[in-house]
């Protein structure tokens, strides 16, 4: 039986200094009314009970827990176990929040979902639960990542969602979010905007956050039935940060437990081209909430780089600069070239094909596990699986 | 009495609405924009808006996109049209408001902004990502320098959203027409008179009416 709970949100969205709500005067009702649906559904058991029934039954929940030997051999030092969220259907973590999201604008009664994705994973997975429910679905994408993820695009289309391109700026996911913000400013009465991961206004964070953290409760409760103890470590990619903060947030008390979140590193920090915001960034207020940002000095938003069009975003989510900040969670960063390294890996010594999202995490494993003593345990958030970024990388990668 | 206050008493006892021209500071490049806030100035503006680039404009539509990614492009900063507005005084005697985004005023430093921005001649601003619940470090430091902060209402506000903004604002009540980005309209929408008089029963600051358009009130 899987549940999803909701934790009480403390002092109006803030952690510590960060989140917020830095929107737009028109979105503020929404913003209250989306904040006062979230409680009620939140705590509703019925409610609850619909969305555990699509996850188990329609989704595949629970995702195994793995015990990588072969990878745990190859890098030598601690245990490694993956979280196998590259098993859910439509291939990545991300429709644990869509389905969540869209069955509360379900209830709320609104006929129509808006979304923005950068990697295509997010998109799907709303199209995905839109078909279900039967809403009419809008997916915002820049152009830069359509053509990246083709395949995506091609499946959004096909589950009946229009998919529309985004010209301005980066062309990349931040753009994205500015074109579904735009729309969900002028067609907020009718319209639910499925925010992907867990950065924008609150309750943004903190409900994609609880939505997500099945993945940490799952991870928590079957290592400890396996092993009988806590993991010593969790690694996780990072871009806005909601796989990573899903496998965290139901450890955070554990003080014993590590948490290492990796960025895309791009070109490498020093060339200026990477989405290495929590190593690389400083504060300021993007899509509605006070996190860290890539920015220059004068508080424009930079264009980021990655390999990885899901972790290609400037921002990232509030909690984690309060985990970075508070010591509670550590952030690194792998190179674009790295991350490819990790892609192959993970599929020559386990025979799983990664995202470039999670390879990411994979490729800082190489440095991490060897950290550790053979008898202490590390779980890698697998955030999805590498069907879509084959076509990518296969133009990246000698064989 | 502040500038703004001054030409809205002066055009309520003359019973005229306001022009509000808009212009995009730095587009194509700063000496056009001083040319062009001292035509507006002479032209008979009642006050002059002046737009500050971010790269992140997401209660703008593509013309106002588009004219903060040529400021951008030609390297203009919060402290250009500071400079700016500091020439335009010379001989621009209509209140000058900013309207920008928080982030490149937060960047700035919000005590340095508001000192530095009262002190070249600006006499308020509008922030359409900063609402009153958030803005409370920012009205300290505005209200020890004289700054006007300006709020937006819109049509979809309710009433305790009204409260909250009438209860914080100065200068005037900046009043979205419609739900959407900017840009210019052909008409108002019939529920915009019932907004306005929504907000003029809580406040007896001036409202305008705006993104795209300005009219009585």
């Known amino acids: 039986m899987t549940t999803v709970r909701v934790r009480q949100v403390q002092q109006k969205g803030r952690f510590g200094k960060y989140g917020g709500r830095y929107v737009p005067e028109t979105l503020m009702p929404a913003l209250e009314e989306l904040e006062t649906a979230y409680e009620r559904y939140g705590a509703d058991q019925e409610f609850q009970a619909e969305l555990s029934d699509y996850l188990e039954q329609y989704c595949g929940r629970p995702t195994p827990l793995y015990h990588a030997r072969r990878l745990t051999d190859t890098l030598g030092g601690a245990r490694v176990y993956i979280k196998r969220e590259d098993l859910l259907h439509t291939g990545a973590h991300k429709i644990n929040n869509t389905l969540g999201q869209v069955l509360l604008a379900h209830r709320m009664g609104k006929r129509r979902v808006i979304a923005e994705t950068g990697a295509g994973q997010h998109g799907v997975a709303t199209a995905t639960a839109a078909a279900m429910f039967g809403l009419e679905c809008a997916v915002y994408m820049g152009t830069e990542d359509m053509a990246r993820q083709e395949l995506n695009v091609f499946r959004m289309r096909l589950l009946g969602a229009s998919v529309i391109p985004v010209e301005s700026g980066t062309k990349t996911l931040k753009d994205a979010i500015n074109e579904a913000m735009r729309d969900w400013v002028t067609n907020v009465r009718t319209t639910f905007y499925v925010i992907g991961s867990v950065v924008g206004p609150h309750p943004y964070p903190s409900m994609v956050r609880d939505l997500q953290s099945i993945i940490g409760r799952e991870a928590r409760a079957q290592f400890l039935h396996e092993t009988g103890r806590l993991p010593d470590c969790l690694v996780a990619c990072v871009g806005g940060g909601s796989n990573a903060m899903g496998l965290f947030y139901p450890f955070k008390d554990d003080a014993g437990v590590r948490m290492v979140g990796v960025e895309a590193g791009g070109h490498g920090i020093s060339s200026g081209q990477h989405a290495a915001t929590l190593v690389a960034g400083a504060p300021g207020v993007l899509h509605g909430a006070y996190s860290y940002l890539l920015q220059d000095s004068g508080g424009q938003v930079h264009a980021t780089h990655s390999v990885s069009a899901g972790l290609d975003y400037p921002g990232v989510g509030p909690e984690h600069s309060y985990f970075k900040d508070s010591g509670r969670a550590e952030y690194f960063s792998v190179t674009d070239q790295e991350a490819l390294e990790g892609f192959r890996l993970l599929a020559r010594t386990e025979g799983i094909i990664p995202a470039l999202e999670p390879a990411h995490a994979i490729a800082y494993l190489r440095i991490l596990a060897p950290t550790f003593r053979a008898d202490q345990s590390i779980i890698l958030g697998l955030s999805g699986r590498g069907d879509k970024d084959v076509q990518h990388a296969s133009r990246l990668l000698a064989p | ?217």
């Open chain 2, 1 to 217: 009495m502040s500038r703004i206050a001054a030409v809205f008493g002066k055009l309520r006892s003359q019973r005229r609405s306001a022009l509000i021209p808009f212009v995009v500071a730095g587009d194509p490049d700063l000496e056009t924009s001083l040319k062009i806030v001292q035509a507006l100035s002479s032209e008979g503006a009642d006050l002059i808006e002046l737009g500050v680039p971010f790269s992140d404009p997401i209660a703008d539509g593509p013309v106002n996109q588009r004219a903060a990614q040529r400021a951008l492009a030609a390297g203009v900063s919060l402290a250009d049209i500071l400079g700016l507005v500091r020439k335009a005084r010379a001989d621009v005697h209509q209140p000058i408001v900013l309207l920008s985004y928080y982030n490149p005023i937060l960047q700035y430093g919000l005590t340095r902004f508001c000192g530095e921005a009262t002190s070249a001649g600006v006499d308020g601003v509008v922030i359409p990502d900063l609402p009153p619940d958030e803005s409370e470090e920012l009205m300290a430091a505005a209200r020890s320098s004289g700054l006007d902060v300006i709020f937006l209402l819109a049509p979809t506000s309710t009433s305790g959203r009204i409260d909250a903004v009438t209860e914080r604002a100065s200068g005037f009540i900046y009043c979205v027409s419609l739900t959407g980005v900017t840009g210019v309209r052909d008409r108002l929408p019939d529920d915009i008179r019932d907004l306005v008089q929504r907000i003029k029963a809580r406040t007896p600051l001036p409202v305008c009416v705006g993104f795209g358009i300005s009219t009585p009130e």
